[in-house]
C-alpha cells in the first residue's frame, strides 16, 4: 500500500522579537556611549613609527603649542594627587588660593594650568564659560632663572610618590627648541630622567626592519 504524501510547508520564522531585541541594544549603546570631549589644547604632534599605547592613568602631561607655550595637566582620576599638587603650589608660592579655586583646578578638567604664578588666582577664579577662546600666555620656562616648570614638576613628584608617575610630553611639531629645552631642564631638577613622548602613528616604512617584526608578529608594536 502506497504511504501518503506529506505535503511540504515552508518554514516561517518570526523575526519580530530579534528586531526588538536588536533596537534595544542598539538604544541601550547610544545612550550609554561617552563620547570623546574636544580637547581644550589642539596640537599637531609629529609622526612616529611607534604604535604603542600612551598610559591614560596617573598621567602628567605637559603640552607644547606651535608658539611654544608650555601648559600642564594631570589624570582627571587623580583628584588627590591633584589636590595635593595645587596645596603644594599654594603654600610654597604664597598665592592665598580659595578652596573654591583649588576645587576648580582639581575636579573641572577644563582648568589645565598655562598661566604664570602671578596670574593662577585669577585664572582659577573665572568661570568656565569665560575660559572659552582665553588666549594664556603658558608657564614660564625659557628663562632659566624664571623656570617655574621646575616647582610644577616637583609638586607632581612629590603627590606621586609611592605612585608610578607618567610623565608624557605632548609637543605641536612646529614647537621651538627653547621651550623644549627649559622642559628638559625642569626635569632634571627633579630627577625625571625619563618620559615619553605623544606621536601620531604611522606604518613603518615597508621593506624596513620594524615592518617586518610587525608583519611576523601580526602587526604588533615590537617594544
Known amino acids: 500500500m502506497p504511504r501518503a504524501k506529506i505535503p511540504r510547508k515552508s518554514t516561517n520564522i518570526d523575526m519580530t522579537a530579534m528586531c526588538d531585541v536588536a533596537f534595544l541594544l542598539l ?50 582620576k587623580n583628584t588627590g594627587e591633584k589636590q595635593s599638587i595645587i596645596d603644594e603650589i599654594n603654600t610654597a608660592k604664597n598665592l592665598g588660593l580659595s578652596d573654591a579655586e583649588k576645587a576648580n583646578f582639581v575636579r573641572n578638567p577644563a582648568y589645565f594650568v598655562g598661566v604664570p604664578f602671578t596670574q593662577l588666582k585669577s585664572y582659577l577664579g573665572k568661570a568656565q ?27 607632581a613628584v612629590g603627590a606621586f610618590q609611592g605612585t608610578k608617575m607618567n610623565l608624557l610630553v605632548k609637543g605641536d611639531d612646529a614647537a621651538k627648541y627653547p621651550s623644549f629645552q627649559g622642559l628638559v631642564i625642569a626635569f632634571k631638577k627633579n630627577d625625571q630622567l625619563k618620559f615619553q613622548m605623544v606621536t601620531s ?23
Not at 52 to 71: F, Q
Not at 135 to 152: A, F, H, Q, R, Y
Open 201 to 223: 602613528p604611522v606604518p613603518a616604512p615597508a621593506g624596513s626592519e620594524l615592518w617586518k617584526v610587525q608583519q611576523a608578529t601580526g602587526n604588533k608594536s615590537a617594544e
Open 27 to 76: 538604544s541601550f549603546f547610544i545612550l550609554a556611549t561617552k563620547f570623546k570631549p574636544p580637547e581644550a589644547l589642539t596640537v599637531v604632534t609629529p609622526s612616529s613609527v611607534s604604535s604603542k599605547i600612551a598610559p591614560d592613568a596617573n598621567v602628567v602631561l605637559v603640552t607644547m603649542d606651535k608658539d611654544g607655550k608650555v601648559y600642564l595637566s594631570v589624570s582627571d
Open 129 to 155: 564659560d569665560q575660559l572659552k577662546g582665553l588666549n594664556l600666555p603658558g608657564i614660564p620656562v625659557k628663562d632659566s632663572t624664571n623656570n617655574e616648570m621646575i616647582d610644577w614638576i616637583r609638586a
